[in-house]
């Protein structure tokens, strides 16, 4: 298996533009993690699926962010508008059931200018 | 919630040489993983072990679930174990909701 792959490795954008991120979980792997690092926060949960259905999306700092998995093979983390404060390295998990082992993909560095 | 804390913060090892990074946890806990974060910024899962001793390479890890912590330990070190190396803790009734510790921060010499 190619493990969790993510799309873009890295993004440039400016305050106010829509980013998309993007996320292929393992085959088979019936949950999917959403996850940010930074230096300050070090990772935070943001949201987790479970055989496509939110579970939890306390994590998620505001209305200008969101998740969505319409399928097993896909799914993407938005934010709009973006905000300079949003910079960080956004990474995707997946795991074999709720505490299974967990396998993250490469990240994405997101920097909003 | 559960706390986790992972003792040294930061550890600088001539290669060659061998290590032990401990994690303590405040509750009782469902399962226990480490990671090794990579000076390029990869996550990767060296273990999954919530209770017992396991072995992978020069890489081993042991859970002692009842006194709350676990240790990892690194022979022979390499510079390519250079990184941070953190603790994740699923606790129970929290599926889903995996845990971190600050992390321990390894720099390997030549």
């Known amino acids: 298996d190619a493990g969790v792959i993510q799309s873009p490795r890295h993004e440039v954008t400016e305050m106010g533009q829509e980013v998309t991120l993007r996320c292929k979980p393992i085959?088979?792997?019936?949950?999917l993690f959403w996850y940010r690092q930074t230096m300050m926060r070090g990772l935070e949960l943001l949201i987790y699926?479970?055989?496509?259905?939110?579970?939890?999306d306390s994590g998620m700092p505001e209305d200008r962010f969101s998740a969505k998995m319409p399928n097993a093979s896909f799914s993407t983390l938005k934010i709009q508008p973006s905000e300079p404060r949003d910079s960080a390295v956004y990474f995707c998990?997946?795991?074999?059931?709720?505490?299974?082992?967990?396998?993250f993909g490469s990240g994405t560095q997101l920097s909003v200018l | 919630g559960i706390q986790v804390e992972q003792s040294p913060p930061d550890l600088i090892l001539q290669e060659g040489a061998n290590s032990t990074l401990r994690c303590n946890f405040s509750?009782?806990?469902?399962?226990l993983q480490w990671f090794h974060q990579n000076p390029w910024g990869q996550l990767i899962n060296l273990f999954y072990?919530?209770?017992g001793t396991k072995q992978n390479g020069r890489l081993s890890a042991t859970t002692v679930a009842t006194e709350r912590y676990s240790l990892l330990y690194i022979s022979s070190s390499q510079t390519t174990d250079s990184g941070v190396y953190f603790c994740?803790?699923?606790?129970?009734?929290?599926?889903?909701?995996?845990?971190f510790g600050k992390g321990t921060k390894l720099s390997v010499k030549p």
């Open positions: 998990a997946s795991s074999l059931g709720g505490a299974g082992k967990l396998f």
């Open positions: 085959s088979g792997h019936d949950y």
């Open positions: 699926f479970n055989n496509n259905v939110p579970i939890d």
């Open positions: 509750d009782s806990v469902n399962n």
């Open positions: 072990i919530p209770s």
């Open positions: 994740a803790v699923y606790s129970g009734g929290s599926q889903g909701n995996l845990i």
